[in-house]
């Protein structure tokens, strides 16, 4: 019954802190992506910029793969950054499952002493109230069984 209940507890713990890390990354990632094309953007405009003041040339006669942080660039940080954050959030998913199973342990442990000592509680109440009714059960029959008992005897007994 318990260990059903401490995995769920566990799911629970992990689902939470899951959501709150996939949140986070994602906002992150895509705050990083952004801020890197618009530095990736800058710097090709210094560039193109710096082409103009010394040798005259255009935007349009300025090749995208001569100048710096290429679209290819780009999307290779883009995609190196994606896998970062997936191998952080799956670190954080096992951390998190086994912590939330420990912490899902501790939980329960008082509820599971408590229903222990209820359960014995009332083994031991059994007991003691079978006892004298066994006694008395006994003690009917052994007279029910006299053939000469009369009823009013009967009454006094029972």
């Not at 997936?86 to 998913?93: C, D, E, P, V």
């Amino acid at each position: 019954m318990f260990h059903s209940a401490r995995l769920k507890l566990t799911l629970w713990y992990v689902l939470i802190v899951m959501v709150i890390s996939l949140l986070f990354s994602s906002a992150l990632f895509y705050l990083l992506v952004d801020e890197l094309q618009k530095f990736a953007q800058r710097q090709r405009n210094h560039f193109v910029h710096e082409l103009q003041l010394s040798g005259g040339y255009t935007p349009v006669q300025v090749s995208r793969e001569a100048m710096p942080w290429s679209d290819a660039d780009l999307l290779e940080i883009r995609q190196r950054l994606f896998l970062y954050f997936f191998i952080i959030n799956s670190g954080i998913l096992i951390f998190s499952g086994c912590l939330g199973y420990f912490l899902a342990g501790k939980t329960l442990q008082p509820i599971q002493v408590m229903v222990d000592e209820q359960n014995h509680f009332i083994m031991d109440a059994s007991h003691e109230l079978r006892t004298p009714l066994t006694a008395l059960r006994s003690s009917i029959e052994v007279y029910l069984r006299d053939k000469e008992l009369t009823l009013s005897e009967a009454k006094v007994l029972l």
